[in-house]
Each structure stands twice: as structure tokens, then as C-alpha cells.
């Protein structure tokens, strides 16, 4: 900023003292702010971060002082200076006992100037304490208008914070509901199945088949509720914070291709080809236990959605920094309920032109009916047994909570009556 030397005027003396103690009166503020025990975060700041915007400032009192014509808006630099100390997280007491010190560092360079020059006209120096006043008047003004502007936009940022956690709150609620509701469901209708094949077993008049079959189903749905239960249990634990994580070195590729070659026996059971692709080895750093649930999880829902064709599970590495391994099948497709209970955005169906499958097809509209028989005998035993082993999602939701702790990403992409593709993404080295 330009001050145009005019030694005709009365006060041009002063401001070229003013002018040539700058750094001086710079120096002093700062000095007297440090020794404030309010400004406490004053020693934090470099020099330039501490001065700011305050040499315009005092450019503007020179051009005051000279009547000449302000090249800068005092206003407008306030705010500034006030939005910088926002960010540097004073709070606005901090900040107006900052600018308080500088005015009387100012009036203290008048009473110097007035000891060093004691032929100056008093009326002139009163003039110019005048002009100081009124100029950090203005600043102090300037940085309580923006204070109020920044804690105004703070409070309406709070306040939509606090609608959309609110609101997230509220799905995860309705999401537990959901979840209970069907999971009682499905817990009724095995023990609907249990209580009718006790029944039929205890007729004399059975054959062997008969009896071997009913055995079958009893067995079957007794395994089904001892897994529900089993994973509402391990739901519950996620959810309430117990679990905790132990990252060490995992050779995920041997953990992934133990776990397909201990499933191949229920996937020939079930006339299904499983197969595996990935690097021999994959060191990385995660939670070994939890890794496995996940995987697991997402392989014993393919095997238990694919009525018929293959499973495929596979594993790679994403860059330095993550890896990645997927399950998919061919199955049905997810149900579009089981998607949107899952909640967030990054596990909606994948549409993108970078899907695996077909992005103009990758809507999932399968969605599987939720009957409420009555306890049934005879043949429509084996229907109730078909449309019960089709679950509630829980284990999704554990895989979803996992994920999250080990700061993974989810990714689904589904086609009906085509099949899922589960990735998920992990980082190699979390600490890191």
C-alpha cells in the first residue's frame, strides 16, 4: 500500500514516525499479547500468521491521518483478519483482546512521539488518537460481524449435523426392527418345521424313508436355528462395541483358499462348482479372525442362495496400499430389501460403466415373498423348509459391521437371476 509523501501536512511527521516504528509497534503487540494469560495460543503463531492483515490496517490509519483516499475497505480487512483467527481456533474474546492491545500500543506510540516532538501541536495528537479510535473501532466491529456470521453458519452446520445423524439413528432403529421381525419370522417357521417333523416322527405307521426324511428336516432347521441365533448374537456384539480389533502379518491368500477348500464339500453336495484364483501368497496386515468371518459369511450366503452353476472366489492386490478379494455366483440375485437394509451408499447395487456385470441391467428387482404359513404337514412341509432356508440378511449385516472396523469398503453388484459379485477392499497395512 502506497502512502503519497505530503510534508505539508501537519501530521506528516507523525505518520512518517508511525511508518518507520511499523515493525516496532508490530513487535510490541505481539510481546503484550504473549504475556496475556487469555491469549494463550498467541506463541503459537508465526510471525506473518500472528501480523496477518493488521499492516493494512495500520496503512489505512497512515492515509487517514494524511486525508488521503483508503485503499482498502478497514471493514472488509477486519473480517478477514476475524476469519483467519476463526480458523486458528480463537475465539472471539481471544481475538477482540488482541486488537485492545494494539490500540493502546498505538496511543503509547502518540504519547512517545509527543515526549520526542514536544513542539507538536496537542490538538494535532489529539486529532490522531481520535482517528485511532475510531479506525479500531471499526476493526473490532468488523471481526464481531464475522464472528457472528461464522458462529451463525457453525450453528445451522450443527444443526444439519445433528438432523442427519438423527435421521441415521432412526434408519438403524427401523433397520433393527426389520431385522428382528424377520429374523422372529424365520426362527418361527423352523421351529413351526421342528415341531411338525417331532410330530410325524413319533407316527408308528413309518417307513424308513419316511423316517429318514423327517429326521433330515429336523436336523436341517435345528442347524438353522443354531446358526440365527449364532449370528444375531455375533450382530449384537458388533453393535455394541465389544469386539475389538488385532492386527498381525496374514497370509490372506492361504486363509482364503483353506477356507474354499474346506466349502467344497458342501458345494458338491449341492451340485455346485466352486472355484478360487489369486496369487500363491498376499502378506498383509488385518485382523486375521475377522477377515475369515467375512469371507466366510459371504461364501456360505452364495452357497446357500445358488440353487444351480458356480461360486468363484478370488483375491488380488489394489496398488501399495490395498487389496482386495470377491465372491460371486450365480445365483438369483439380492433381494432389493436386503440391499437398502444394509444402508449406506456405498453398498447399493453397483450401475456404473466399470461393473462387472451389466451396468444396464445391474438394478436388482428380485425380491423374495415373506409368507406367514400356518404350521403345515405332509408335502407342504418341503415347501415351508424351501422358502425358510432363504434367511433375513444377518450375516450381510455382520460383514457390513466388519468391514467398517477394519476400515474396508463393500461393494455390490447384482443382476436377477444372474448372480452377486461381493468385493471388498481392504487397506494392506492399517496402521499405516
Known amino acids: 500500500m502506497a502512502i503519497t509523501a505530503d510534508f505539508s501536512h501537519p501530521l506528516a511527521e507523525l505518520v512518517s514516525y508511525l511508518f518507520t516504528r511499523r515493525e516496532a509497534i508490530l513487535a510490541n503487540w505481539r510481546t503484550m499479547c504473549e504475556q496475556d494469560p487469555i491469549l494463550s495460543k498467541v506463541s503459537a503463531l508465526s510471525r506473518e500468521e500472528f501480523d496477518n492483515l493488521l499492516p493494512i490496517t495500520l496503512g489505512i490509519l497512515e492515509q487517514r491521518l494524511l486525508s488521503q483516499p483508503e485503499e482498502a475497505d478497514p471493514v472488509l480487512t477486519a473480517h478477514n483478519h476475524g476469519l483467519h483467527r476463526w480458523h486458528k481456533a480463537h475465539s472471539l474474546p481471544e481475538t477482540l483482546q488482541e486488537l485492545h492491545h494494539l490500540t493502546y500500543i498505538l496511543n503509547q506510540e502518540i504519547i512517545i512521539f509527543q515526549a520526542l516532538f514536544p513542539q507538536t501541536d496537542a490538538g494535532l495528537l489529539v486529532r490522531a488518537q481520535s482517528q485511532i479510535t475510531q479506525l479500531m473501532s471499526q476493526t473490532i466491529m468488523g471481526s464481531v460481524d464475522k464472528y457472528d456470521e461464522l458462529q451463525r453458519f457453525d450453528a445451522v452446520s450443527r444443526l444439519a449435523t445433528l438432523q442427519q445423524a ?8 427401523q433397520q433393527r426392527g426389520e431385522i428382528l421381525r424377520s429374523s422372529s419370522h424365520d426362527l418361527r417357521g423352523s421351529f413351526g418345521i421342528i415341531n411338525t417333523a417331532a410330530f410325524l416322527l413319533k407316527q408308528e405307521d413309518l417307513d424308513e424313508e419316511q423316517r429318514a426324511t423327517y429326521l433330515e428336516m429336523l436336523n436341517r432347521n435345528l442347524g438353522q436355528v443354531q446358526s440365527l441365533l449364532t449370528s444375531l448374537i455375533d450382530l449384537s456384539r458388533l453393535e455394541s462395541g465389544v469386539e475389538s480389533l488385532n492386527i498381525q502379518r ?8 483353506e477356507m474354499v477348500n474346506s466349502a467344497q464339500l458342501m458345494a458338491q453336495h449341492q451340485g455346485l462348482k466352486l472355484q478360487s484364483n489369486g496369487p500363491a501368497t498376499l502378506e498383509v496386515d488385518t485382523d486375521p479372525i475377522k477377515l475369515q468371518r467375512i469371507a466366510q459369511n459371504l461364501l456360505l450366503n452364495a452357497l446357500k442362495y445358488t440353487k444351480t452353476g458356480f461360486i468363484s472366489v478370488s483375491w488380488a492386490r489394489e496398488g501399495p496400499y490395498r487389496w482386495l478379494f470377491s465372491v460371486q ?10 440391499i437398502e437394509g444394509l444402508l449406506g451408499e456405498q453398498l447399493k447395487p453397483t450401475v456404473e460403466p466399470t461393473s462387472v456385470l451389466s451396468p444396464e441391467d445391474a438394478e436388482p428387482v428380485a425380491v ?9 404337514t ?22 457390513k459391521r466388519l468391514c467398517e472396523m477394519l476400515n474396508a469398503q463393500l461393494d455390490i453388484e447384482s443382476l436377477p437371476e444372474r448372480g452377486t459379485m461381493f468385493r471388498v477392499r ?5 496402521h499405516a
Open 166 to 173: 438423527l435421521e441415521q439413528m432412526e434408519e438403524v432403529s
Open 250 to 257: 496374514v497370509d490372506a491368500a492361504r486363509l482364503l483358499q
Open 329 to 338: 455366483d450365480s445365483g438369483s440375485g439380492l433381494p432389493r430389501a436386503t
Open 368 to 376: 423374495y415373498p415373506h409368507p406367514d404359513p400356518e404350521v403345515p
Open 378 to 399: 405332509g408335502n407342504e412341509l418341503n415347501q415351508l423348509v424351501s422358502r425358510s432356508s432363504r434367511g433375513e440378511g444377518v450375516g450381510l449385516q455382520i460383514v
Open 426 to 430: 481392504m487397506p494392506t497395512h492399517p
